[in-house]
């Protein structure tokens, strides 16, 4: 079970609120494996495989919502987003980018042989 699919009861749900959860996909379009951006937000354009899985996620996740609220229910949805200076959640010019933290933490899982190459190509945070 995850919300991409529904969750709770058909019309439980008063009001439902969730954070950061909207950008995993529930399938991976594979289009950024071997890409050094590992994440589509750092790319200058989000690839089209991505943005098309983007899309039909959102469809099935509001619908989900939808039967399960309760009528007149409601649902707040904060979600990351890029700004016009391409700063997001853990890329900014202040202090340590989270991506380039997870880029290092990843490549040291194959320097130690803890995955393969495929996997680490692979990735996409």
Same mark, same amino acid.
């Given at each position: 079970?995850?919300?991409?699919?529904?969750? !709770?009861? #058909? #019309? &439980?749900?008063?009001f439902g609120v969730s954070f950061t959860a909207m950008h995993w996909l529930s399938a991976f379009p594979s289009s950024l494996k071997g890409d050094p951006s590992?994440?589509?937000?750092?790319? &200058? +354009?989000?690839?089209?495989p991505e943005k098309e899985q983007a899309a039909k996620d959102w469809t099935s996740?509001?619908?989900?919502? #939808?039967? +399960?609220?309760?009528?007149?229910?409601?649902?707040?949805?904060?979600?990351?987003?890029?700004n016009a200076d391409g !700063?997001?959640?853990?890329?900014?010019?202040?202090?340590?980018?989270?991506? *380039?933290?997870?880029?290092?933490?990843? *490549?040291?899982l194959k320097e130690q042989n803890l995955i393969d190459e495929e996997e680490r190509l692979g990735v996409s945070f």
């Open positions: 079970v995850g919300f991409h699919n529904q969750c !709770y009861a #058909s #019309s &439980s749900i008063d590992m994440h589509a937000a750092r790319c &200058s +354009e989000a690839p089209l996740i509001l619908q989900a919502r #939808s039967k +399960e609220l309760v009528p007149g229910g409601r649902f707040v949805c904060v979600n990351f987003c890029k !700063y997001f959640l853990g890329q900014t010019d202040v202090g340590a980018s989270m991506w *380039d933290s997870f880029q290092a933490a990843w *490549d040291t």
